[in-house]
């Protein structure tokens, strides 16, 4: 699990230092900063919460309708606007569209997941760090401490956070870090964590979703607005640490919620930052 988890890892950190790029051009009012959906009281972590668990709950009737092609445009629509966010932090409206268009059509294009985990990159940081911008310090820790309660619950009580990624692997349309088969697994007869396959993908043996690269990273933009950025980083490198110790103890053992390694890693990464900066 070695280079697995040091490649998820290395993904992982990447997109929380570009959302910290974002965060702090967000800060001082731009476009984003002029809508303020949610607020700084504490209750606001929850109505986040919320929302995603509607649109986890809206996604798994879409699937078993089978609706693909409004998931389709549901989930391409969202990954192209979460690029444009991260690019129209610091491009001007109308140039970030370029770029955001490009990292669209090169993920669509590549008939691998390494190319489309790159490119997903700048959408897990133009979501985290418009959340994380929108939310205060308290709201965000009670928003992640809530998050891993429900990744919790939707995987080992009601399962249907796992029905939702295999799903979503298959339609292809889930949003998080595909980790691939490597050559030596694909010779073995059957692989571990096998979710999905086709005849123009890798076979992938494990995920990590977007909400364990996300939920983390609004706690550290968050802290942006109080606290130097090297307790921020200190957050979002605590977070990454924990993600490793999960793929490193209990990688090859099923779907695992993530959220309560992450939510842990990156709070402890606080603390300790709260000593030292």
């Not at 994380?132 to 992640?144: E, H, K, Q, R, S």
């Not at 956070?161 to 870090?177: C, P, Y």
């Not at 921020?232 to 390694?261: C, D, H, Q, W």
């Amino acid at each position: 699990m070695g280079d697995r988890s040091f490649y998820a890892a290395t993904l992982y950190i990447a997109s929380h230092l570009f959302g910290l790029i974002a965060g702090l051009n967000m800060l001082p009012g731009n476009f984003i900063q002029s809508n303020q959906l949610l607020n700084q009281k504490p209750i606001s972590g929850l109505y986040l919460l919320g929302m995603i668990v509607v649109a986890s709950g809206t996604m798994l009737l879409l699937l078993h309708w089978n609706r693909k092609l409004l998931i389709k445009l549901w989930f391409n629509s969202a990954l192209v606007l979460t690029v444009y966010i991260f690019f129209a932090s610091f491009m001007s409206l109308m140039t970030a569209l370029g770029p955001a268009i490009a990292v669209f059509i090169v993920r669509v294009m590549s008939p691998g997941y390494g190319i489309r985990n790159l490119a997903d990159i700048f959408s897990y940081a133009g979501a985290g760090a418009l959340f994380g911008t929108m939310l205060g310090v308290v709201p965000a820790l009670i928003f992640l401490v809530f998050l891993g309660i429900y990744d919790i619950v939707s995987v080992f009580l009601t399962g249907h956070m796992v029905d939702l990624a295999v799903k979503t692997v298959e339609n292809d349309s889930f949003m998080g870090i595909m980790l691939p088969e490597t050559e030596e697994e694909s010779e073995r007869a059957g692989s571990i964590e096998e979710t999905g396959k086709s005849s123009d993908r890798d076979t992938v043996v494990g995920m990590v979703g977007g909400g364990d690269v996300i939920g983390p990273m609004v706690l550290s933009v968050s802290l942006l607005k109080i606290l130097p950025l090297a307790s921020a980083v200190m957050t979002s490198i605590g977070s990454m640490l924990g993600l490793y110790f999960l793929m490193e103890r209990k990688g090859n053992e099923g779907f695992l919620p993530a959220i309560p390694f992450v939510a842990a890693g990156g709070i402890l990464g606080l603390a300790v930052s709260l000593l030292f900066v």
